[in-house]
Each structure stands twice: as structure tokens, then as C-alpha cells.
């Protein structure tokens, strides 16, 4: 079983910045690829990134691409998203999860779930 717990959102100025964290428990976090998600408001759950089990390989939506950068620290078994640039269209529940598979942006495959932590932008 895994554990996850998100943490560092709130509320930001648009041209922010926000650093999420996501640690981990129960598990062995380096053998999980690592994921963060959203949901904001009247809408479905989004990809926004996905970093490989060694950090080696990373992935983000298009809508974050070049704002948001995905790291983690395996010794600390956690996970990071720092967000840069906030705008209103990234206030959302952010997710982080886990899967124990290959590498993939679909939400279908991700195994465990944090609880989410807000992050409000106000224009």
C-alpha cells in the first residue's frame, strides 16, 4: 500500500509561485513512476505531469509546459511540482498519485491517490 499526502498549496497572485510537495509512505517510492493531477473548478480531473522512477524522464501537459517542472527526491520519497507564472486557469486541486507500471499520462492507470491540496490564483 502507498500513502500520499500533498502539501504547499494556497492562495497566489497571478505571476506566482507555488512549490507543491507529495511525500510518500508505505511503499518503496523509487519503484513508483510519480504523477500530479487537477481538478478545478466544474471540471474533470487533468494530466499536468509525470516524472520517470529515477527522475531521468519527465513529461507535462501542454498548458504547463515550460511553467511547471516535476522533480523528485527519491531519498526523501518525495515528489515536487514547482509551479511558476500562476495564472487563474491553474486553480485547481492538485493531486499527486502513483503507479507501479510503466511510465504513462493516463489517470486510469495510476494506483494510489494523495488527497489533493488547493491552490487558488487570483488574477
Known amino acids: 500500500q502507498v500513502q500520499l499526502v500533498e502539501s504547499g498549496g494556497g492562495l497566489v497572485q497571478a505571476g506566482g509561485s507555488l512549490r507543491l510537495s507529495c511525500a510518500a509512505s508505505g511503499h518503496t517510492f523509487s519503484s513508483l513512476t510519480m504523477g500530479w493531477f487537477r481538478q478545478g473548478p466544474g471540471k474533470g480531473r487533468e494530466f499536468v505531469a509525470v516524472i520517470s522512477r529515477s527522475g531521468s524522464t519527465t513529461s507535462y501537459a501542454d498548458s504547463v509546459k515550460g511553467r511547471f517542472t516535476i522533480s523528485r527526491d527519491n531519498a526523501k520519497t518525495t515528489l515536487y511540482l514547482q509551479m511558476n507564472s500562476l495564472t487563474p486557469e491553474d486553480t485547481a486541486v492538485y493531486y499527486c498519485?502513483?503507479?507501479?507500471?510503466?511510465?504513462?499520462?493516463?489517470?486510469?492507470?495510476?494506483?494510489?491517490w494523495g488527497q489533493g491540496t488547493q491552490v487558488t490564483v487570483s488574477s
Open positions: 498519485a502513483a503507479d507501479s507500471g510503466i511510465m504513462t499520462i493516463r489517470l486510469t492507470a495510476y494506483d494510489y
